[in-house]
């Protein structure tokens, strides 16, 4: 079976500070791992994903994420948090196929 | 042209009506997909087409029924619907299988207010 799950359904951060968004998964095979995100009203668009290769992955709008097998984690980051990143966050996990599995998602507030 | 368009954008209807949204896609991708999302909530996947043929039916009520003419375009049909299924309904479309990375693309989404 497989599963996402995202720690903390609300997180809010000065702007200027850390952005760590968290997501494990759990999956039968080595899954791809994507981030998206939605602003109000609109769809998701993709930040970032992990296929293969190097386990760091830089994304769009400065966000980076690390795969980390041994703890089954695709945690997001950004270094400094700008005001434009207040969004839902959803990681989501395609172990192969066709099928998306999404976290829960994760508001980002960030407060001026 | 890397880009999903919904139409219409907002759409409002009683629960006699029947109504369709529209979802098109220029890319070559030959998986498409309807997602329904609640507000604060993740999308629920609805049904994924495969090469025109619908591969994922996740148990979704008869009064939607979705429909792919040809492989750029995806509609929804909807007849008789519930207060209950208003939502923002998101189209996607993805790469279809083997080495593909399978990400998905999403659609900017149809809000549906049913009365």
């Known amino acids: 079976a497989q599963s996402v799950t995202q720690l903390g359904s609300h997180v809010s951060v000065s702007e200027g500070a850390l952005v760590l968004l968290r997501c494990n998964y759990s999956s039968s095979v080595p899954p791809y791992l994507f981030w998206y995100v939605q602003y109000p009203n609109q769809g998701l668009q993709l930040l970032l994903k992990?296929?293969?290769?190097?386990?760091l992955v830089k994304g769009i709008n400065g966000f980076e994420a690390e795969f980390k097998k041994s703890e089954t984690s695709f945690h997001l980051t950004k270094p400094s948090a700008h005001m434009s990143d207040a969004a839902e966050y959803f990681c989501?996990?395609?172990?192969?196929?066709?099928?998306?599995?999404f976290g829960t998602g994760t508001s980002l507030t960030v407060i001026p | 042209d890397t880009e999903v368009t919904q139409t219409p954008k907002h759409l409002v209807m009683g629960m006699t009506n029947k109504k369709s949204l529209k979802c098109e896609q220029h890319?070559?991708?030959?998986?498409m997909y309807w997602y329904k999302q609640k507000a604060k909530k993740p999308p629920e996947l609805m049904f994924v087409?495969?090469?025109?043929?619908?591969?994922i039916n996740e148990s979704v009520p008869s009064r939607f029924s979705p429909e792919c003419p040809n492989s750029s375009l995806l509609n929804l049909h909807l007849h008789a619907l519930q207060p209950e299924d208003s939502a923002l309904y998101l189209c996607a479309s993805s790469q279809e299988g083997g080495a593909s990375y399978n990400e998905q693309f999403f659609g900017p989404g149809t809000r549906l207010t049913v009365l």
């Open positions: 890319m070559g991708h030959r998986a």
């Open positions: 087409y495969s090469y025109e043929k619908l591969s």
């Open positions: 992990y296929t293969t290769g190097a386990t």
């Open positions: 989501a996990v395609n172990p192969r196929g066709n099928q998306f599995y």
